[in-house]
Each structure stands twice: as structure tokens, then as C-alpha cells.
């Protein structure tokens, strides 16, 4: 189940959690978390909303002086083979990994049309499926990747809504 975080809450409990995680994982793999790569994935965790690359350098470059492109995409590419932060291909941005080391065999991504916020969930089920699918086609898939558009809970208010089949 994917959480969405409450509109008003505080994004330095998310940043915090998923940065400390993210050192410990980079410790226990002996790999190393550089200050550029942890500044990169800060960004990230402070909003649950995808970014690009360049809303990153944005934000960065408030902070003083503007690192180069590269530099962002360098940190970018090491965050998401390490499993930190995902790629959102429909949106070509980026999104901290809010579920830690949990399995990512299969990940939806449901991102609201509204807020914009991003919620992860782990989706073995569906993983499963489309496993069957692609046997059946004699395809092995390495990463299954779901990106669901619609409305969170909040901006959707309370009412229950009925699921699309």
C-alpha cells in the first residue's frame, strides 16, 4: 500500500528517515555516499513530488554556487542503481525511494494529477502477472515498473471512489 503523506506535514521526518537509511545501505553495500549524492537525494526527499534534473540544480544553487549538470546527473545515476531514488519515465524526473530495502521486483508508482506527490508501493502481485505475461511471450523481465496517473486521498477527499477495472 502506497502512503501519501498528509499536505501539511513535515518533509525534514521523510528527508531525515531516508537519508539515514540511504547511509546505512551504502555502508552495509561499501559503496560510498558522497556529500554531492546525499545534497541530491536531500532534494528529493524534501518533496514527494517528481523533479527533473534541473529543479534539482534550482534548488541546489540556492544554497551558493550552482553545481554542474553533470554533477547532478552523476549523483542521480548512482542514487538509482543503488536503489535510493526511482526514475518516473512518464515525467522523466525523479523521486526519492520511500520503501528503504524492500524488494523492487515490482513498483507502482501513483501519482496524483492534482498534488502531483508520488506514492510507492511494492506490488508482488501485479509483478506476478505481468511475470506470466511475459513467460508466456518467452520474455524475462528484469524490473517491472507501474505508473498508475489519478487522484491520492487527498486531494480525492475522503469519499471512497470506485476502482477502475
Known amino acids: 500500500m502506497a502512503d501519501f503523506p498528509n ?18 545501505i551504502c555502508r552495509r553495500r561499501g559503496v560510498r555516499l558522497t556529500r554531492q549524492r546525499e545534497k541530491v537525494l536531500d532534494v528529493l526527499a524534501q518533496s514527494h513530488q517528481p523533479m527533473g534534473a534541473y529543479e ?56 496524483c494529477r492534482t498534488c502531483g506527490n508520488v506514492g510507492e508501493a511494492i506490488a508482488e502481485d501485479v509483478g506476478a502477472a505481468i511475470n506470466k505475461v511475459a513467460q508466456k511471450s518467452g520474455f524475462t523481465p528484469d524490473l517491472t515498473v507501474v505508473e498508475i496517473d489519478g487522484l491520492c486521498s487527498h486531494c480525492a477527499g475522503t469519499q471512497s471512489r470506485p476502482s477502475v477495472q
Open 7 to 24: 499536505p501539511g506535514h513535515d518533509h525534514d521526518v521523510c528527508t531525515d528517515r531516508v537519508v539515514r537509511e540511504a547511509q546505512a
Open 56 to 111: 534539482i540544480l534550482d534548488v541546489l544553487a540556492k544554497d551558493g554556487k550552482r553545481p554542474a549538470p553533470i554533477t547532478v546527473y552523476r549523483a542521480l545515476d548512482f542514487l538509482v542503481q543503488q536503489g535510493l531514488v526511482h526514475r518516473i519515465e512518464s515525467r522523466n524526473a525523479f523521486v526519492a525511494c520511500m520503501v528503504g530495502e524492500a524488494a523492487h521486483d515490482t513498483v507502482v508508482f501513483l501519482i
